[in-house]
């Protein structure tokens, strides 16, 4: 709820990445943007910044430490494409994730994002495609 600090904290992120232009600094102006718009209640807001976000992120984090972010911030454009009605972008984002080798750095995003999928499916009324999504086989898959 404290609009004006977010707004402040924001500014010094973009000032201090004129230093820095590089993508990954863009790109994180882009995910906290969609971050706090989702807070405040503004979905649109939300889709365009995380999507512009996930649009810079590259093809594959690192299979190493430090660990990649990718997952955090597919996970959290995909809520956004999901509040905004948009589950055929938000599987898209959940399989990706689901699907990259840098969810073992961030197993609570994948998990989510299992149950996720499991609640699309279900909604499309694919009974089946949402208990495999649940089941332990599928659970056991983020182990390399």
Known sequence: GRHAEADKTIALMESSAQGLPTEREKRRIHWTRGEVALVRGDV?????????AVAMLPARGLPIPPPSHH?????????????????ADAARLLERLESGQERV???????????????????RGDAAAALAWGNDATARRFIP
């Open 71 to 87: 997952s955090d911030l597919l996970l959290s454009a995909a809520v956004a494409n999901i509040k905004a009605g948009r589950d």
């Open 105 to 123: 750095f961030r197993i609570d995003s994948y998990v989510r994002s299992l149950f996720l999928l499991a609640q699309i499916h279900e909604r």
């Open 44 to 52: 649109p807001g939300a889709v365009a910044e995380l999507t512009k």
